[in-house]
């Protein structure tokens, strides 16, 4: 949740009511991609997943070769940067 109330009380209904985090206003960009990687780890592979991060990327790249799909100019499997991966054109 990123909102401008920064009391504990805001804190603690955000959290209670479903937010996975809390940042007030004003905040770094650097820290907000921080959080969310952060996030995007332990959603995925747990709280205590020990590991290279870049895995995905690997297996991909063992995908898109059984799938005889150019990384240059990919039919089946395209990289969004900073998001991650999409299926087909679109």
Do not use: C, N
């Amino acid at each position: 949740m990123l909102t401008a109330r920064a009391e504990e009380i805001d804190t603690l209904v955000g959290l209670s009511v479903g937010a996975g985090d809390y940042m007030t206003k004003p905040f770094s960009s650097r820290v907000l991609v921080a959080r969310i990687r952060t996030r995007l780890v332990e959603q995925v592979w747990g709280p205590g997943w020990f590991g290279d991060d870049r895995i995905v990327d690997i297996h991909l790249g063992h995908v898109r070769r059984k799938l005889d799909d150019d990384p240059g100019a990919p039919r089946y499997i395209r990289t969004v940067r900073g998001v991650g991966y999409r299926m087909g054109t679109g």
